[in-house]
């Protein structure tokens, strides 16, 4: 079975470009999560999504970040514009919701580099 | 709000030793799940083992095995037979039924030869 896939795996810009992440769930799995990972600040949890819904966005940093999910095979997640402390491991995760002790299947992250 | 602990920052342990990494935290809730992540530098996260909040049998897999104290609200992880591939940051997290998972700040485990 494929995993969850992100792309792209690095994206190295200059500061003020847009950056789009992406992310396809595995097959089945009805929640999806967007996360970053810091040295200083641990994995922070930013948004994650129901049946395609965002349920809990508390933790997008500010409005230069959106993320979207127009269909339960697809995800991404957007900064607009990047600023280098936006420099981070993202990483996407899903599960599915078929009993609680379901846990969550990580993508292979993509580091950004903000320049 | 539920928190997680891990006051461990970094640990290391000599090759086929025994090695325990610590993780604590609080909840008001009595029916959740806890988990234990491994991050190897290839930085992927992997499942290493899972314990329902509800089972009092603790969870093993393998040289992992967990001991869960829910009345202490500690869930420690237990590697037996350390090999060098064990090397990794180690993640404790917390979740109940559908919600999201919250995650500890981690361990850093190293194996030494």
């Known amino acids: 079975d494929a995993g969850v896939i992100q792309s792209p795996r690095h994206e190295v810009t200059e500061m003020g470009q847009e950056v789009t992440l992406r992310c396809k769930p595995i097959?089945?799995?009805?929640?999806l999560f967007w996360y970053r990972q810091t040295m200083m600040r641990g994995l922070e949890l930013l948004i994650y999504?129901?049946?395609?819904?965002?349920?809990?966005d508390s933790g997008m940093p500010e409005d230069r970040f959106s993320a979207k999910m127009p269909n339960a095979s697809f995800s991404t997640l957007k900064i607009q514009p990047s600023e280098p402390r936006d420099s981070a491991v993202y990483f996407c995760?899903?599960?599915?919701?078929?009993?609680?002790?379901?846990?969550?299947?990580f993508g292979d992250g993509t580091r950004l580099s903000i320049l | 709000a539920q928190t997680v602990t891990q006051s461990q920052p970094e640990m290391s342990v000599q090759e086929a030793e025994t090695v325990t990494l610590s993780c604590t935290y609080d909840?008001?809730?009595?029916?959740?799940?806890l988990f234990w992540y491994k991050q190897p530098p290839s930085r992927q996260m992997i499942l290493v083992i899972r314990?329902?909040?509800?089972?009092?049998q603790n969870a093993t897999e393998n040289r992992f095995s967990v001991n869960f104290q829910k009345a202490a609200k500690s869930f420690s992880l237990k590697i037996s037979d350390s090999q060098l591939g064990d090397a990794a940051m180690y993640f404790c997290?917390?979740?109940?039924?559908?919600?999201?998972?919250?995650f500890g700040p981690g361990t850093s485990l190293s194996v030494i030869p």
């Open positions: 999504f129901n049946n395609n819904v965002p349920i809990d």
């Open positions: 314990q329902e909040a509800y089972k009092q």
């Open positions: 997290a917390y979740k109940t039924s559908y919600d999201k998972v919250i």
């Open positions: 097959s089945g799995h009805d929640y």
């Open positions: 909840t008001s809730e009595s029916d959740y799940y």
């Open positions: 995760a899903s599960s599915g919701s078929r009993g609680g002790n379901q846990p969550q299947h």
